[in-house]
C-alpha cells in the first residue's frame, strides 16, 4: 500500500464570484441592498505532486452539487454551522453553482469551513483540505479561509481544492466520515491489500464483504454497501475504502467475512481461498472512528504479515505522571481480563506466559520516543510498544499555548529519536510495531499540545520532518483523542483496532 500513498492527488481552483443573475433569479433575489448572493465557478487544473509515483489525473466524472460551510468565527467546530447542498450547472464549459436562497448572505466577515464537490453518486470529487491536515501545505490557503463580503462589490475568492481519494480521508484535515452524505451513523470500513504467489507483489485488492448476524454465518445482513471500487486514474491502479452501515450492535457481535476478486485492471488472480474472517463488535465500530485512517486494514495473502505469538512481548506504557492517573485502573484490568481473554490462546492458553509476556508499565518521564525503543531494553522474540499518554512537557513539548512544529526540539527528544530510528534500521522486518495513543486529558494545554506534537511526527512536519520524524516508517500506528478513565472494554478495543489496522490478525 505504501507504494501507491499521496500518489493521486490534483489540484483544482474554484472562484467564488459574483455574477449578474439571469433573468429568473433576479426575479427570486433578495431586495435587500446589504445581501450578497455567492455564486461559485469551478476552475479544474491539473497538479503534480513532488515524489509521486505515477502522474495521476481527476476523475473524468461530471460534479453534480458541492457541500460548503461557513461561520462568522474563525474557530468554529463542526456542529456550530451547517452544511449547505448546492447544485452545479454547466454554463459554456465552465461549472457554477445554481441560484440557492441559501447563498444569499448579509454583507460581513465569514471563514469557509468546508467545501467538498460530489458527483451524481453522492461520491466526493474533489475537496479544500484543512489547516492541521498533511495536505494543508498542497494549497496556498486551507480552511479555514477569510471571506470579507460588502454590499455592491463583486469580489473573486479563490479556494484550491485537491482530488479527494478516500484512502487518504485523514490528511484532508476533516473529521472522519464527514464526507459521507449518505450513511454517518454506524459505519464500519475496511481496506484489503493482496500479495499474489504468481507476481510476487503486493496490490490494493477489489473485494467484497459479508456481514452475518451469526456465528456460523447463516443469517446474512442486509448491506448498504458491500463491493469497493478500483479506479485506474493513470499507470497505477487505485483501490477504494469500503464503508458500509450497520445498526447499533449494543452486546451483540456480528461476523464479517472479506473476499478478494479479480479485476480488470489488477494484474493478480484471486480465488475462493482469498478469504478474511473477523469479528465486528460496537466497540470496534467506535475504536475505527478514533484511528488515523480510520478503517481496518487486512492484508491477505502476505507472508510478510505481523504475528502475535508466544515469543510476543506486548508493553503498554502508561504516563504516571499525574495527570491521568484514572486511566491507569482500567488499562490493568483490560490487561488481566479482556485482553488476556483475546490473546490468551496465542500464548498456549499459559497464564504466567502471558504473564510475563504481557505487561502494563508506568513511567512517568513521559518520553514517548523512549517508550517505542523499549526504554532502551532488547528482549527475546518480537515486541509491541503500546503507549497511553497525554502530555509531554518539558520533555518534548512546553506548556505554552504558542509551541508549535516551528518551536525548537528539545534535546531529549533529539537524542530519543535518534536512538530509535538507529533501533529500527537494524530491527528485522515484522519483529517490531508501535502505537501512540493520544488521551484527551480535557481543558489541558498541555495534553493540545502533545496532540500536535504527536501529529508532528506522524507527518514529518516543521521540525519534526525526515530523520527527526516517523512519517517514513511503516510500523507505527497513532490512534487519537482517547477517553482518560474509561472501561477496561473501551482500551481493549482501541488495541485491538489499531494492532489489526497494522495488519496483526486477532
Known sequence: MKNFKLSVVCVAIFA??????????????????????????????????????????????????????WSTAEDAEEGDYDLVE?????????????????????????????????????????????????????VGDALPMTIELAAGT????????????????????????????????????????????????????????????????????????DTNSITMAGEWPSASVLCFALPDLGDDTYYARVTVMDHEDLDYSADATDYYDFEITQESIIALEGQEPGYHHIRIGCD????????????????????????????????????????????????????????????????????????GESPSGNSIALIFQDEAVFSYTDWVGTWDENTARTTTYSSDIETLRTRLAIWPSN??????????????????????????????????????GLSDRSEFGYVYDVNPGDSPAYYEGLIVSALQNLGYTL
Open 16 to 69: 467564488m464570484l459574483f455574477t449578474s443573475c439571469s433573468k429568473d433569479e433576479a426575479e427570486m433575489s433578495s431586495t435587500d441592498p446589504e445581501t450578497v448572493q455567492l455564486t461559485f465557478r469551478s476552475l479544474l487544473n491539473s497538479f503534480n505532486q513532488q515524489n509521486k509515483q505515477s502522474e495521476m489525473q481527476c476523475r473524468e466524472v461530471e460534479p453534480a452539487y458541492v457541500m460548503l460551510g
Open 86 to 138: 448546492v447544485g452545479l450547472v454547466n454554463n459554456g464549459g465552465s461549472w457554477e453553482t445554481t441560484y440557492s436562497e441559501e447563498l444569499a448572505v448579509p454583507a460581513g466577515t465569514y471563514y469557509l469551513q468546508h467545501f467538498a464537490v460530489y458527483d451524481a453518486g453522492d461520491q466526493v470529487l474533489w475537496v479544500a483540505p484543512r489547516e492541521g491536515g498533511a495536505f494543508e501545505p498542497e
Open 154 to 225: 463583486k469580489p473573486y475568492i479563490d479556494v484550491d481544492v485537491l482530488c479527494y481519494y478516500a484512502r487518504e480521508e485523514a490528511a484532508y484535515g476533516y473529521p472522519f466520515f464527514d464526507f459521507d452524505v449518505i450513511e454517518v451513523e454506524n459505519s464500519y470500513c475496511v481496506f484489503i491489500n493482496y500479495c499474489d504467489d504468481e507476481t510476487g507483489r503486493e496490490y490494493p485488492a477489489y473485494f467484497n464483504i459479508d456481514v452475518y448476524s451469526d456465528e456460523a454465518m447463516t443469517e446474512e445482513v442486509i448491506l448498504n454497501n
Open 304 to 375: 510478510s504479515t505481523p504475528v502475535i505469538n508466544a515469543d510476543t512481548n506486548i508493553y503498554i506504557y502508561f504516563d504516571s505522571s499525574g495527570s491521568m492517573d484514572n486511566t491507569l485502573l482500567p488499562l490493568q484490568e483490560m490487561r488481566n481480563t479482556l485482553l488476556r481473554a483475546a490473546l490468551i490462546g496465542l500464548y498456549n492458553n499459559d497464564d504466567a506466559l502471558y504473564d510475563e509476556k504481557v505487561q502494563v508499565i508506568a513511567d512517568a518521564s513521559e518520553r514517548t520516543m523512549h517508550f517505542l525503543n523499549l526504554r
Open 431 to 468: 519483529s517490531y510495531n508501535g502505537i501512540i495513543f493520544q488521551v484527551a486529558t480535557p481543558n489541558s494545554p498541555d495534553a493540545e499540545n502533545f496532540a500536535k506534537f504527536v501529529s508532528y511526527v506522524e507527518n514529518g512536519t516543521g521540525n519534526y520532518a525526515g530523520a527527526y
